[in-house]
């Protein structure tokens, strides 16, 4: 069957996308456990030890893709929200509740395993650097929207009212990035210099990839599974599901 | 000209009605009856142009109302179950604030002529807090008469209001649709108004 | 049609004036915190500052913001003023107008006089009143949004500050960065272009999420 043959468009009705995800979701877990095994193998076995810091530095391959998840999963949330709103379309509205979670997850991941990688490379737990700074932001801004939808007991508004959150956060996270850039490079004290990743062996870079693409494929499988139970929950009445739930 | 086709609306997890339609002309009325909960509020809601309808549209001049933005708002006046009274202003700053924001900024001597016709003369100068229930619904329907709107559309209007202001507001209503207006009224009570064209619109499930 | 609900909002703010003031006491109470949680050395003082003001307006004006549609969604007149011919964008711009010259104007005339409690110069204490006048807007207009969002809500009023603090993040950087600048005698205006800046690019925006968060919470 040929790619043109599919109607994408079905599969924006919750009640054709929830058996799709049910079928998706092994194959994708599968897939997750062998990357994350491959990439944890390549960080704590092949990657060569950092002559600056020692073997602590291997939870940079922890700290780095979950904070990139962090951000990518924000903008994706954003974007998916946005479709929500702009197209009536519920589902994508639930995708966006079902990534918010998971985007507070790596956030807030990236910033422990961040103060775990601190102290035994600088001596301290957390210094206010941009990064680290930016990252505590944007847990704030994903604790924003998911105290917002979970105050508003009306599916609807609470999608809607997200969306334009989400939106509002996103334009502002380029000045807000910009605005700690400034207020970090002034008040840079001589004592600590941070920032500085090891210089990247190919090992490593390979294992910080997998470890990305590992963690891309544990957001969509947990996504998946967490936006059916929303589907469950907010399409209850609907004679469709008590058929597919049998 | 008023429309509305195949109208839906669904709330939190309750469809409330579907495949609604209906027209409304110049010197028309529609009762809109139904219990409570059967979506009367969310309808009128509609009509405004407050709230989405989950399916359908509303038409104004054959121009759908979220098309026409502005232009439609200009052209209702809406009663809503709560009066849009602020309780610090007196009931003459109320209606010549809220007619200036409307638009049609009215002198002293008219806003007070109108406050005179709902029987609220004497009043005029209290802060609203110390205005009764009927009283204030009274300041709702001055604001309603100080508006050039084309369409009425009133939400249980008659609520809390005495008998005497029941039969004023009988003469509003019957008045505007001599004049070539049109109003849709939710109500629970009996309109018994002699105009032409009046059609029913029942929500009950 | 503007100018009615500004007016009317200034009349309302004045016969609830307790209400207004409430905010102003907050803010000077919680300045007048730090040196007695932290001790009254000069130095450390002077150091500390510009934050404290800056912070504490942040905190003040979270608790003036629910009073912005607060208010009318609980009587009504907030559907009136939605179905006025009016582009909403400019009614949201006259509430946060309104709204700014109540509550945050008094916060940007007292904050000299509480600079003084921290021995700061006359040329910072004049910095702090210019850069709360570009920044206070700021706060109105943002916070604006998580008004609009949060109509109707329980808690509302902390709700709105988890929403809006993080997004008031640049003013604040910005505003305390300018203070900060003159107490070290550095240049402020860098940081008070920057907080200008801010103030003009929330001010093209902001009213527009905001008009489209209010249709959303009055549906």
């Known amino acids: 069957m040929s790619v043109r043959s599919i109607n994408w468009y079905k599969y924006a009705a919750p009640a054709n996308f929830y058996p799709l995800a049910g079928k998706m979701i092994p194959s994708l877990t599968g897939i997750t456990a062998v990357l994350f095994i491959m990439g944890l193998y390549l960080s704590f076995f092949v990657a060569p030890t950092d002559f600056q810091q020692g073997e602590a530095y291997r939870i940079i391959f922890i700290h780095v893709p979950a904070a990139w998840m962090g951000m990518f999963l924000y903008v994706l949330m954003a974007v998916y929200a946005g479709l929500g709103w702009a197209f009536n379309a519920r589902l994508a509205s639930m995708m966006a509740t079902a990534i918010s979670t998971t985007g507070a997850v790596f956030t807030f991941i990236s910033l422990v395993t961040g103060a775990l990688w601190g102290r035994p490379a600088w001596g301290v737990y957390w210094v206010w650097d941009a990064r680290m700074t930016s990252t505590l932001i944007l847990m704030f801004l994903y604790v924003g929207f998911i105290s917002l939808q979970s105050s508003i007991d009306d599916p609807r508004r609470a999608d809607r009212a997200g969306a334009v959150l989400a939106l509002v956060g996103l334009i502002n996270i380029p000045i807000i990035y910009f605005s700690v850039q400034w207020w970090n490079s002034l008040h840079q004290g001589a004592t600590i210099r941070i920032a500085n990743k090891p210089t990247m062996a190919p090992t490593m870079l390979a294992a910080m990839l997998i470890l990305l693409a590992a963690c891309w494929m544990y957001s969509i499988a947990v996504v998946l599974v967490r936006v059916r139970c929303i589907i469950r929950e907010r399409e209850r009445e609907a004679p469709w599901l008590a058929e597919a739930v049998a | 000209m008023l429309e509305a086709l195949k109208l839906g609306c669904v709330r939190g997890d309750r469809r409330l009605f579907e495949n609604l339609n209906f027209a409304l002309e110049s010197g028309g009325l529609i009762e809109v009856r139904g219990p409570n909960g059967s979506g009367k509020t969310s309808l009128l809601r509609i009509i405004c142009g407050l709230a989405a309808p989950a399916e359908g549209e509303i038409r104004w001049q054959e121009k759908n109302i979220r098309s026409l933005g502005e232009e439609y708002s200009g052209a209702i006046a809406y009663v809503a179950h709560q009066n849009a009274v602020k309780d610090e202003l007196s009931a003459l700053e109320n209606l010549r604030i809220s007619t200036g924001l409307a638009g049609n900024s009215l002198s002293q001597e008219e806003t007070q002529a109108i406050l005179t016709r709902v029987d609220l003369s004497g009043y005029q100068h209290l802060p609203a807090r110390l205005l009764s229930a009927g009283q204030r619904r009274r300041l709702a329907l001055a604001r309603l008469l100080a508006s050039r709107a084309t369409l009425w559309i009133l939400d249980e209007v008659l609520a809390s209001l005495d008998d005497a202001a029941v039969e004023l507001s009988r003469e509003f209503i019957c008045d505007h649709l001599n004049q070539g207006g049109m109003a849709i009224i939710a109500t629970h009570q009996e309109l018994n108004l002699h105009v032409g064209s009046s059609q029913r619109l029942d929500l009950s499930p | ?219």
């Open chain 3, 1 to 219: 049609m503007f100018w009615w609900l500004v007016w009317r909002d200034l009349i309302l703010a004045w016969r609830r004036r307790a209400d207004v003031l409430a905010t102003l006491f907050f803010f000077v109470i919680v300045v007048s915190l730090f040196p007695l949680g932290i001790g009254p050395e000069a130095q450390l003082l002077r150091t500390i500052a510009p934050g404290i003001v800056w912070v504490a307006a942040l905190l003040a004006s979270m608790l003036s913001l629910g009073r912005i549609f607060g208010n009318d969604y609980q009587d009504g007149t907030l559907e009136q003023i939605l179905l006025t011919p009016q582009p909403i964008y400019l009614l949201v711009l006259a509430k946060v107008l309104a709204h700014w010259l109540v509550s945050e104007v008094p916060l940007v005339a007292i904050a000299p006089l509480l600079g003084v409690q921290f021995g700061l110069s006359q040329n910072t204490l004049g910095t702090i009143a210019v850069s709360l006048l570009l920044g206070t807007p700021v706060l109105s207009l943002i916070g604006s949004i998580g008004a609009a969002l949060t109509l109707g809500l329980r808690a509302a009023n902390v709700l709105i500050a988890l929403l809006v603090l993080p997004l008031c993040i640049p003013a604040l950087i910005f505003g305390a960065g300018a203070v900060e600048a003159s107490v070290d005698g550095t240049n402020s205006q860098p940081w008070l272009l920057l907080l200008a800046a801010t103030l003009i690019v929330s001010l093209v925006f902001a009213p527009w999420a905001t008009s489209a968060a209010l249709k959303i919470s009055v549906e």
